[in-house]
């Protein structure tokens, strides 16, 4: 009964490169999240996604990054182009339905550094 | 606007009992939440409420008071396991499911 898993676990990635997190739900969940951590800062929502649907993407800057929830596969969070401000911590966490159905359990994060 | 304030840190003796207070402002409210966050692990799961009132579980307490906008998270008989961070989040109203952070409170539980 594995949770929510996310990987790399650590990711550095240079100025301009690309950078691909990937988040399994845990199994049955169909409502994935993402958020991102600075440091000494909150969570900060990015994107609400059930499956094939992005549900709410007021997080998300509108430039460089996606997010998808495909039919089939873990939930990608891409960033295109990396810049040093993006250096962050990237968390996932699945659902089993809508929150007031039960708490959203989160992963154990990716940790993207820029160089 | 959406707003939720915390306390930055407390301290607290092992032992002891502590109170966590949260408040907020968002648009809507369909609950509030607290996760418990170690330095750079997962935050992990403690309490819900949508009503008001206190909500018990072991050693830890939540409380809301809807009308004032108002939660606390109560830890009694404080291990130093327990210090970490206490992030309280809102689940903002409408079709969204998102949730929304404060900036957490940093506990740092004494011998």
């Known amino acids: 009964n594995a949770g929510v898993m996310q990987n790399p676990r650590h990711l550095v990635r240079r100025r301009g490169q690309e950078a691909r997190l990937r988040c399994s739900p845990m199994?049955?969940?169909?409502?994935v999240y993402w958020y991102r951590q600075l440091p000494e800062e909150g969570l900060k929502f990015m994107v609400y996604?059930?499956?094939?649907?992005?549900?709410?993407e007021s997080g998300m800057p509108k430039e460089r990054f996606s997010a998808e929830f495909p039919k089939e596969g873990p939930s990608i969070l891409r960033i295109q182009q990396v810049v040093r401000g993006d250096s962050a911590a990237y968390f996932c966490?699945?659902?089993?339905?809508?929150?007031?159905?039960?708490?959203?359990?989160f992963g154990s994060g990716t940790r993207l550094t820029v160089v | 606007g959406q707003n939720i304030d915390q306390p930055t840190e407390m301290t607290a003796t092992e032992g002891a009992i502590v109170q966590i207070n949260c408040t907020y402002q968002?648009?809507?409210?369909?609950?509030l939440f607290w996760y418990q966050q170690h330095a750079g692990e997962a935050p992990t799961f403690l309490s819900y409420?949508?009503?008001?009132g206190l909500e018990e579980k072991g050693r830890f307490s939540s409380f809301l008071s809807r009308s004032k906008g108002y939660s606390y998270l109560l830890l009694k008989e404080l291990q130093m396991k327990d210090s970490a961070s206490y992030l309280c989040?809102?689940?903002?109203?409408?079709?969204?499911?998102?949730?929304?952070f404060g900036t957490g409170t940093l506990l740092a539980v004494q011998p």
């Open positions: 966490a699945s659902s089993l339905g809508g929150l007031d159905r039960g708490e959203a359990i």
């Open positions: 199994k049955g969940h169909s409502h």
């Open positions: 968002t648009s809507g409210f369909n609950g």
């Open positions: 996604l059930q499956k094939e649907n992005i549900i709410d």
């Open positions: 989040a809102v689940r903002s109203g409408g079709a969204t499911n998102k949730l929304i």
């Open positions: 409420n949508v009503l008001d």
